[in-house]
C-alpha cells in the first residue's frame, strides 16, 4: 500500500514495538506528529520541557527495559539539543534511536532556517547516523536502525529525514522486526579453557563486573560464577545490580569513590575477572600500579576495549552471559577459598562506609531512602557527590535498578531518565537523587512530570556549593573556592510548588523521614530539598592518577 513518509515512520515504530516516544515538535517534524496524534492510542507521547529531557527520559527507558528508547526532534536547534543525551547513550552503551526531521532536500546546504547537518554532528558519538533523501529508503533505514542499535555493544543511532521525504509516498509492506543474536562466533573456547585454568590455579580470586554484565542480562550466570569459584564481587559505577548488593560475597564499588575492602581486595588479589568493564580512568587510578599482583582476565563484547587501558593477561570476546555459561562449565566442580574470602571478611568489618547520624547528610538521605523503599526502587542520579553516594548506600539487588550517566557524567541527566523509567515501569517507585547544581540544569522537566502525572521523587541533597567541584578545590586547589558556590535565594520547595509539584524542605534527619513518608504516600510528582553541610565529601577516595590501593578516608586525609 502506497503511504507517506510520515505513515511509515509511525507504521515501523509499531513494526518494532515501540509504545513510547519521548519528544518536542517543531516544524520539520510537523508531518510525523501530525501522524502521530492519529496513532495515540497505540503509542503514547511525552510532551518534555526540553529535547535534552526527551534523550535522557529515552534513555532511561532503555535503561529499565533492556528495549530501544526513542525520541523524536525538529530541526536545527531542536535536533543538537539532543546532542548531549546521545553522547550520554554512546558512552554507556544504550540503546536508542533518535529520529529528527530536517528542512526539504531542495533547502539542504543553503544555510535554511533552522538547518543543521545533524546526522554528521552526531557520527562521533553514534554506532551509526542517517539522512534518508528518499522515501524509498526510509523503512529500511528505520529496520536497520533499530537492529544496529541492539545489536553486539548496544548504542544510539540518529536518522534525519527531511521534510519533503515525511510527505512524499511510496509503497510499504509490514515486516517482521529482524531477530538480534547474542555475539556468540567470537568466542574462543580455547581461550575459556586457558581461563579456567588460572582460575584453578588462583588462591585470591576477585570478580569485577561492569555494565555489559546487565546489558547481556548475565547476572545468574555471574552469581554462579561467584558462587562456584568462591569469589568476592565488586563494581563499577555501570555495574551496579549486576550482582546482589545484599550478598555477603559483595564488597562495592571499585576505584575512586569505591569501598577500601574493594580497592585493597583487587590490589592484594592474584587473579581478576573483569566482566563487562570498560576499565575507566576512575576505577583504575594508576594503570601501571592496577591489580599489579594479579593475572587479569577481560571477558567484553567488544574487542577494541581489550588492553586499551589496562594490559590483560586472557581476553574473551563475546556476550557476557554466553562466556559465563562456557565458563562455568569449564570450571567443573566448586573451589574453596575460605581463607581468602574470611580475609575479605575481615576488611568488610575493618572499612565499613559511615557517615554523620547526628545531622542530615548525604549517606544518611540515602540510607533512608533506602529503608523506606526496602531496596525495591528504581534510583536515578544526576552527577556529584549524591551520585557516589547513591552508588555508595543503596544496595542494588537487581539489575537496571541504578540508572546514572557513567562515562560522559552529564549534569541533568536523572531527572528525565526518571521519566523515562518510570514510563516504562509505573509500579516501581522511582527516585532521582540530584545535586542542587544538576538539579538547575534541567528542573523543567518537572513540569513535564506534572503535565504527564509521572509521580517520580525528586530528592535534592542541597549543599548549595558544587559539591564534587568543590571537593576537589578543597584537597588539591588549596580551598580556591573558584565559582562554586551557589549560596543564593532560590526556595526550592516554592519553585517545586509553582510548577505543580508537591514538596518539602529538609534539614534534620528526622524532617526528612517524614518528607519522604509523604512522597511514597501521596503518589505524585514530589522534590524533597534536602539540605547538608557544604563541607560534607565523599570518601572512600583515591587521588587522581594515584594507586587505588592508596585509597583514603577523611580522618585519613586530616
Same mark, same amino acid.
Given at each position: 500500500?502506497?503511504? !507517506?513518509?510520515?505513515?511509515?515512520?509511525?507504521?515501523?515504530?509499531?513494526?518494532?514495538?515501540?509504545?513510547?516516544?519521548?519528544?518536542?515538535?517543531?516544524?520539520?517534524?510537523?508531518?510525523?506528529?501530525?501522524?502521530?496524534?492519529?496513532?495515540?492510542?497505540?503509542?503514547?507521547?511525552?510532551?518534555?520541557?526540553?529535547?535534552?529531557?526527551? @534523550?535522557?527520559?529515552?534513555?532511561?527507558?532503555?535503561?529499565?527495559?533492556?528495549?530501544?528508547?526513542?525520541?523524536?526532534?525538529?530541526?536545527?536547534?531542536?535536533?543538537?539539543?539532543?546532542? !548531549? $543525551?546521545?553522547?550520554?547513550?554512546?558512552?554507556?552503551?544504550?540503546?536508542?534511536?533518535?529520529?529528527?526531521?530536517?528542512?526539504?532536500?531542495?533547502?539542504?546546504?543553503? %544555510?535554511?532556517?533552522?538547518?543543521?547537518?545533524?546526522?554528521?554532528?552526531?557520527?562521533?558519538?553514534?554506532?551509526?547516523?542517517?539522512?534518508?533523501?528518499?522515501?524509498?529508503?526510509?523503512?529500511?533505514?528505520?529496520?536497520?536502525?533499530?537492529?544496529?542499535?541492539?545489536?553486539?555493544?548496544?548504542?544510539?543511532?540518529?536518522?534525519?529525514?527531511?521534510?519533503?521525504?515525511?510527505?512524499?509516498?511510496?509503497?510499504?509492506?509490514?515486516?517482521?522486526?529482524?531477530?538480534?543474536?547474542?555475539?556468540?562466533?567470537? /568466542?574462543?573456547?580455547?581461550?575459556?579453557?586457558?581461563? @579456567?585454568?588460572?582460575?584453578?590455579?588462583?588462591?585470591?580470586?576477585?570478580?569485577?563486573?561492569?555494565?555489559?554484565?546487565?546489558?547481556?542480562?548475565?547476572?545468574?550466570?555471574?552469581?554462579?560464577?561467584?558462587?562456584?569459584?568462591?569469589?568476592?564481587?565488586?563494581?563499577?559505577?555501570?555495574?551496579?545490580?549486576?550482582?546482589?548488593?545484599?550478598?555477603?560475597?559483595?564488597?562495592?564499588?571499585?576505584?575512586?569513590?569505591?569501598?577500601?575492602?574493594?580497592?585493597?581486595?583487587?590490589?592484594?588479589?592474584?587473579?581478576?575477572?573483569?566482566?563487562?568493564?570498560?576499565?575507566?580512568?576512575?576505577?583504575?587510578?594508576?594503570?601501571?600500579?592496577?591489580?599489579?599482583?594479579?593475572?587479569?582476565?577481560?571477558?567484553?563484547?567488544?574487542?577494541?576495549?581489550?588492553?586499551?587501558?589496562?594490559?590483560?593477561?586472557?581476553?574473551?570476546?563475546?556476550?557476557?552471559?554466553?562466556?559465563?555459561?562456557?565458563?562455568?562449565?569449564?570450571?567443573?566442580?566448586?573451589? %574453596?577459598?575460605?581463607?581468602?574470602?574470611?580475609?575479605?571478611?575481615?576488611?568488610?568489618?575493618?572499612?565499613?562506609?559511615?557517615?554523620?547520624?547526628?545531622?542530615?547528610?548525604?549517606?544518611?538521605?540515602?540510607?533512608?531512602?533506602?529503608?523506606?523503599?526496602?531496596?525495591?526502587?528504581?534510583?536515578?542520579?544526576?552527577? $556529584?557527590?549524591?551520585?557516589?553516594?547513591?552508588?555508595?548506600?543503596?544496595?542494588?539487588?537487581?539489575?537496571?535498578?541504578?540508572?546514572?550517566?557513567?562515562?560522559?557524567?552529564?549534569?541533568?541527566?536523572?531527572?528525565?531518565?526518571?521519566?523515562?523509567?518510570?514510563?516504562?515501569?509505573?509500579?516501581?517507585?522511582?527516585?532521582?537523587?540530584?545535586?542542587?547544581?544538576?538539579?538547575?540544569?534541567?528542573?523543567?522537566?518537572?513540569?513535564?512530570?506534572?503535565?504527564?502525572?509521572?509521580?517520580? /521523587?525528586?530528592?535534592?541533597?542541597?549543599?548549595?556549593?558544587?559539591?564534587?567541584?568543590?571537593?576537589?578545590?578543597?584537597?588539591?586547589?588549596?580551598?580556591?573556592?573558584?565559582?562554586?558556590?551557589?549560596?543564593?535565594?532560590? %526556595?526550592?520547595?516554592?519553585?517545586?510548588?509553582?510548577?505543580?509539584?508537591?514538596?518539602?524542605?529538609?534539614?534534620?534527619?528526622?524532617?526528612?523521614?517524614?518528607?519522604?513518608?509523604?512522597?511514597?504516600?501521596?503518589?505524585?510528582?514530589?522534590?524533597?530539598?534536602?539540605? /547538608?553541610?557544604?563541607?560534607?565529601?565523599?570518601?572512600?577516595?583515591?587521588?587522581?592518577?594515584?594507586?587505588?590501593?592508596?585509597?583514603?578516608?577523611?580522618?585519613?586525609?586530616?
Amino acid at each position: 500500500m502506497q503511504l !507517506t513518509g510520515a505513515q511509515i515512520v509511525i507504521e515501523c515504530m509499531k513494526e518494532q514495538g515501540v509504545d513510547t516516544i519521548f519528544g518536542y515538535p517543531g516544524g520539520a517534524i510537523l508531518n510525523v506528529y501530525d501522524e502521530l496524534y492519529k496513532h495515540s492510542d497505540e503509542i503514547r507521547h511525552i510532551l518534555v520541557s526540553h529535547e535534552q529531557g526527551a @534523550a535522557h527520559a529515552a534513555d532511561g527507558y532503555a535503561r529499565v527495559t533492556g528495549r530501544v528508547g526513542v525520541c523524536f526532534a525538529t530541526s536545527g536547534p531542536g535536533s543538537t539539543n539532543l546532542v !548531549t $543525551g546521545i553522547a550520554t547513550a554512546n558512552i554507556d552503551s544504550v540503546p536508542m534511536v533518535a529520529i529528527t526531521c530536517n528542512v526539504g532536500t531542495g533547502l539542504l546546504g543553503k %544555510d535554511s532556517f533552522q538547518e543543521v547537518a545533524i546526522s554528521e554532528v552526531v557520527k562521533p558519538i553514534t554506532k551509526r547516523s542517517y539522512i534518508v533523501m528518499d522515501v524509498k529508503d526510509l523503512a529500511p533505514t528505520i529496520r536497520e536502525a533499530f537492529t544496529v542499535a541492539k545489536s553486539g555493544r548496544k548504542g544510539p543511532v540518529l536518522i534525519d529525514i527531511p521534510k519533503d521525504v515525511t510527505a512524499n509516498r511510496t509503497e510499504y509492506e509490514a515486516v517482521k522486526p529482524a531477530e538480534v543474536r547474542p555475539v556468540t562466533d567470537t /568466542i574462543d573456547d580455547a581461550a575459556i579453557e586457558r581461563v @579456567a585454568k588460572l582460575i584453578a590455579a588462583s588462591k585470591k580470586p576477585y570478580i569485577f563486573a561492569g555494565g555489559g554484565v546487565i546489558a547481556a542480562d548475565a547476572s545468574p550466570e555471574l552469581r554462579e560464577l561467584a558462587q562456584k569459584i568462591d569469589a568476592p564481587v565488586c563494581d563499577s559505577l555501570m555495574g551496579k545490580g549486576a550482582f546482589d548488593g545484599t550478598d555477603e560475597r559483595y564488597t562495592g564499588m571499585l576505584g575512586m569513590h569505591g569501598t577500601k575492602t574493594s580497592n585493597f581486595g583487587v590490589s592484594a588479589c592474584d587473579l581478576l575477572l573483569a566482566v563487562g568493564v570498560r576499565f575507566s580512568d576512575r576505577v583504575y587510578g594508576n594503570a601501571k600500579a592496577f591489580a599489579k599482583d594479579a593475572k587479569i582476565v577481560h571477558i567484553d563484547i567488544d574487542e577494541k576495549e581489550i588492553g586499551k587501558n589496562v594490559a590483560v593477561d586472557e581476553h574473551i570476546i563475546g556476550d557476557a552471559k554466553e562466556v559465563l555459561k562456557r565458563l562455568n562449565a569449564a570450571v567443573g566442580e566448586s573451589l %574453596d577459598h575460605s581463607q581468602w574470602m574470611a580475609q575479605i571478611r575481615g576488611n568488610k568489618e575493618r572499612f565499613p562506609l559511615r557517615y554523620r547520624t547526628d545531622v542530615l547528610s548525604g549517606g544518611g538521605i540515602i540510607t533512608e531512602v533506602y529503608r523506606q523503599t526496602k531496596g525495591d526502587a528504581i534510583i536515578t542520579t544526576e552527577v $556529584g557527590q549524591h551520585q557516589m553516594w547513591a552508588a555508595q548506600f543503596y544496595r542494588y539487588k537487581n539489575p537496571r535498578t541504578y540508572i546514572s550517566s557513567g562515562g560522559l557524567g552529564t549534569m541533568g541527566y536523572g531527572l528525565g531518565a526518571a521519566i523515562g523509567a518510570k514510563t516504562a515501569c509505573p509500579d516501581k517507585v522511582v527516585v532521582n537523587i540530584a545535586g542542587d547544581g544538576g538539579f538547575r540544569m534541567n528542573m523543567n522537566e518537572l513540569m513535564t512530570a506534572v503535565r504527564h502525572n509521572i509521580p517520580v /521523587i525528586e530528592v535534592i541533597v542541597d549543599n548549595r556549593v558544587l559539591g564534587m567541584v568543590r571537593q576537589w578545590q578543597t584537597l588539591f586547589y588549596e580551598g580556591r573556592y573558584s565559582h562554586t558556590v551557589l549560596d543564593d535565594a532560590t %526556595d526550592y520547595e516554592k519553585l517545586a510548588k509553582a510548577m505543580g509539584c508537591d514538596a518539602y524542605t529538609a534539614s534534620t534527619p528526622e524532617e526528612f523521614k517524614a518528607a519522604f513518608g509523604a512522597a511514597l504516600a501521596g503518589g505524585r510528582p514530589t522534590l524533597i530539598d534536602a539540605r /547538608i553541610d557544604k563541607d560534607e565529601n565523599v570518601y572512600p577516595m583515591v587521588a587522581p592518577g594515584d594507586s587505588i590501593a592508596n585509597a583514603f578516608d577523611g580522618e585519613e586525609r586530616k
